[in-house]
T-cell receptor, first 111, second 112 residues
Framework: GENVEQHPSTLSVQEGDSAVIKCTYS??????FPWYKQELGKRPQLIID?????GEKKDQRIAVTLNKTAKHFSLHITETQPEDSAVYFC??????????FGAGTRLFVKA | SQTIHQWPATLVQPVGSPLSLECTVE??????LYWYRQAAGRGLQLLFY??????ISSEVPQNLSASRPQDRQFILSSKKLLLSDSGFYLC???????????FGPGTRLTVL
């Protein structure tokens, strides 16, 4: 079945450094790739997304890249801040409604 | 944009008791609706999704069921809860032709 693998499961960085989270998907028909941030005890919140006709998208300190050939996509956070500490989920959507989530990456930003 | 309501926010139930969690959506019509469960420190497990009234697809066999009696109402139920049903239950909404799913505030269920 469809699968999304996410790495690393835990990531610790120093404040001001960059963080990169990588995901691989299996369904070549996937065409939409959102990223969610979940703070402790809260709901996942959409932070950025990318569609299959785009290779890169940036929003201030966060960016996402997509390599359709390799079926890889990545989240890049620059100039990390303590408030970036959270669990981040990648996901791949096929057919407009079936979304498969990665297992999540717990990001710690040390002040 | 849509607003998703879930209740209750927290629930503590004994093993073997019934369950009913409700999700309602405002600000959109004919949405796709989803129920996810998140065990402590884990990822999101899709339980059910619905593309219309009375249309329910189940992703994981379990002792849970879902119903969609109205366009913007999605209910998760169980006749007899198990310890393994404990978790954070999230309702999500995706609009027609829009891939993005937005999550409700969730219900934290503890089965003792």
């Amino acid at each position: 079945g469809e699968n999304v693998e996410q790495h690393p499961s835990t990531l610790s960085v120093q404040e001001g450094d960059s963080a990169v989270i990588k995901c691989t998907y299996s369904d070549s028909a996937s065409n939409y790739f959102p990223w969610y941030k979940q703070e402790l005890g809260k709901r996942p919140q959409l932070i950025i997304d990318i569609r299959s006709n785009v290779g890169e998208k940036k929003d201030q300190r966060i960016a996402v890249t997509l390599n359709k050939t390799a079926k890889h996509f990545s989240l890049h956070i620059t100039e990390t801040q303590p408030e970036d500490s959270a669990v981040y989920f990648c996901a791949a959507t096929t057919g407009g409604f079936k979304t498969i989530f990665g297992a999540g990456t717990r990001l710690f930003v040390k002040a | 944009s849509q607003t998703i309501h879930q209740w209750p926010a927290t629930l503590v139930q004994p093993v073997g008791s019934p369950l009913s969690l409700e999700c309602t959506v405002e600000g959109t019509s004919n949405p796709n609706l989803y129920w996810y469960r998140q065990a402590a420190g884990r990822g999101l497990q899709l339980l059910f999704y619905s593309v219309g009234i009375g249309q329910i697809s189940s992703e994981v066999p379990q002792n849970l069921s879902a119903s969609r009696p109205q366009d913007r109402q999605f209910i998760l139920s169980s006749k007899k809860l198990l310890l393994s049903d404990s978790g954070f239950y999230l309702c999500a909404c995706g609009g027609r032709g829009r891939d993005t799913q937005y999550f409700g505030p969730g219900t934290r269920l503890t089965v003792l």
